[in-house]
Nanobody, 128 residues
Framework: QVQLLESGGELVQTGNSLTLSCAASGRAFGDYRAAWFRQGPGQAPGTGRAFVAAISRSGTVTYYADSVKGRFTISKDNTKNTVYLQMSSLKPEDTAVYYC?????????????????WGQGTQVTVSS
């Protein structure tokens, strides 16, 4: 089992940058694929958490939602048991609660249902 704890969310202005961290404890984090999801006020009801970015167990392969490609960077440091989300050129539509997730599954997925472990979330608010 792994426990996840996000940090770094705050209120920022449009165009600014922010880095989120997700610290893992318990089982070795190198065994897990990790991802970031978000749930914002503008999402249609029932759509759940939206995929943002994912990273392989070793941290060498990354995936991004089209809406954040070129602006966000996911990275993973297995020596520190931490996954990061560097966000730049932030927009008001990036406002959301950001969740870190992890899975032992060996294949990539953008579906929240494929991730067994979740953090509590951290709020990011981008003011216009």
């Amino acid at each position: 089992q792994v426990q996840l704890l996000e940090s770094g969310g705050e209120l920022v202005q449009t165009g600014n940058s922010l880095t989120l961290s997700c610290a893992a404890s318990g089982r070795a984090f190198g065994d897990y694929r990790a991802a970031w999801f978000r749930q914002g006020p503008g999402q249609a009801p029932g759509t759940g958490r939206a995929f943002v970015a994912a990273i392989s167990r070793s941290g060498t392969v990354t995936y991004y939602a089209d809406s954040v490609k070129g602006r966000f960077t996911i990275s993973k440091d297995n020596t520190k048991n931490t996954v990061y989300l560097q966000m730049s050129s932030l927009k008001p539509e990036d406002t959301a609660v950001y969740y870190c997730a992890a899975t032992l599954k060996t294949f990539h997925s953008t579906s929240p249902s494929r991730y067994e472990h979740w953090g509590q979330g951290t709020q990011v608010t981008v003011s216009s």
